[in-house]
């Protein structure tokens, strides 16, 4: 009986240790090294700065780990036209440039574990490119964020605290953006030629009806001094 006493303690002893301890968390804690932006928009963009936790989702296996970070739009105005201007991956008439944001995440000791490049899209890019449209209707001082997803590149730490960085691009061809407006000139010329057709189309009528009328004012004319002349020949006669 003693000896069950015992045994009772010790799987009792297990079970609280168990729920006292948990299951470690898999969720994971970024921070920005920097609030400035890398590359091509540094200057139209900041980064929130405060520590960015990552929920773990075991019932996604496509992105395990969202990441979200919140920018903010500077008092810079934009250096371009953003018409036109889509996320990288969009293509098609209208589309003159493109652009994207990417990420870095490095360990603690600085080993980059995870990059999503600013110039690709789908799987190697960012989660949504809504995202990024967003960005572009930002006035001054108002955030936005932008995602990427993740899978297992925090599972193995065991320390899940992690720094990253943000890079971005920008890439416009101007070449494409001088031909539509060369076409868009050209098709407004041809408008006005439709126009300056028509216009010659009434000159030539109107011009065709005097020719015509003149001819008739002459040939009327002649009749008239043959008739005169005629009268005169026959009143010597008399």
């Known amino acids: 009986m003693k000896k069950l006493f015992i045994l009772i303690g010790l799987v009792a002893g297990m079970l609280t240790l168990n729920s006292c301890g948990g299951e470690k968390s898999k969720d994971a804690t970024l921070t920005p090294k920097s609030t400035s932006l890398q590359g091509d928009l540094r200057d139209y963009f900041t980064i929130v700065e405060r520590p960015y936790v990552v929920k773990y989702d075991e019932n996604n296996w496509l992105s395990e780990y969202l990441i979200s ?67 572009l209707t930002l006035a001054e001082g108002e955030t936005g964020f932008v995602r990427w997803s993740a899978r297992k590149e925090f599972e193995k730490y065991d320390n899940k605290e992690f720094t990253f960085k943000l890079t971005s691009y920008l890439k416009i061809d101007k070449n494409a953006k001088k031909s539509a407006k060369v076409n868009s000139s050209s098709s407004s010329i041809d408008d006005d030629v439709d126009d300056i057709s028509i216009d010659d189309d009434v000159d030539d009528i109107y011009n065709s009806a005097l020719k015509e009328a003149s001819d008739m004012y002459e040939q009327a004319q002649k009749e008239a001094e043959e008739m005169y002349q005629n009268a005169l020949d026959e009143v010597s006669n008399w």
Do not use: C, H, M, W
């Open 69 to 135: 970070i919140e920018l903010q739009r500077t008092n810079v105005p934009f250096r371009f036209d953003t018409e036109g201007i889509e996320p990288v991956g969009t293509f098609g008439e209208g589309v003159y440039g493109n652009f994207g944001i990417g990420i870095e995440v490095y360990d603690a000791e600085s080993n980059l574990i995870l990059s999503k490049s600013a110039s690709e899209s789908g799987l190697s890019g960012v989660y949504s490119s809504d995202d990024l449209k967003n960005l």
